[in-house]
């Protein structure tokens, strides 16, 4: 077998490294009800002082980063993604006033509120 590949296994299998890439980036549930909006986000291994949350023009974006102590090394093999992420989701009618965020065992969890008296407007088709 090729030695580079048994060192780095992932990087000759797309659905792999995109799987790698997604946790890395943070895999999420986001829902809505008439009354709220919720996101969970898996960051596992990331501080609360890590993560940034902005609400803005009915958007929330989250972003964070890891990084990694250098230490010398002879030879390493890192499989833990370092660097700055964001995601971002619109939240059309969401109370600014009234967001609350945790982060608890490696899960953000986001809740937004809705505006009382907010609702979609449906668009007819011509």
């Known amino acids: 077998m090729n030695k580079e590949l048994m060192m ?3 990087t000759d299998v797309p659905s792999v490294s995109r799987e790698f890439t997604d946790l890395m980036n943070g895999k999420c549930d986001f829902s809505e009800t008439d009354e709220a909006y919720e996101i ?6 990331v501080k609360k002082e890590e993560v940034d949350i902005l609400f803005k023009d009915d958007r929330v974006t989250v972003k964070w980063s890891r990084s ?3 230490k010398a090394k002879k030879r390493a093999f890192f499989e ?3 660097g700055s992420f964001s ?3 619109v939240t059309e009618g969401a109370d600014p006033d009234k967001i609350t965020a945790s982060l608890k065992k490696g899960v953000l969890k986001i809740e937004l509120p809705k505006l009382a008296g907010f ?4 668009i007819e088709i011509h």
């Open 68 to 70: 990694r102590e250098k």
């Open 40 to 45: 969970e986000m898996e960051l596992p291994g």
């Open 119 to 122: 609702q979609a407007k449906q």
């Open 80 to 82: 833990r993604q370092m």
């Open 87 to 89: 995601r971002s989701f």
């Open 8 to 10: 780095f296994p992932w």
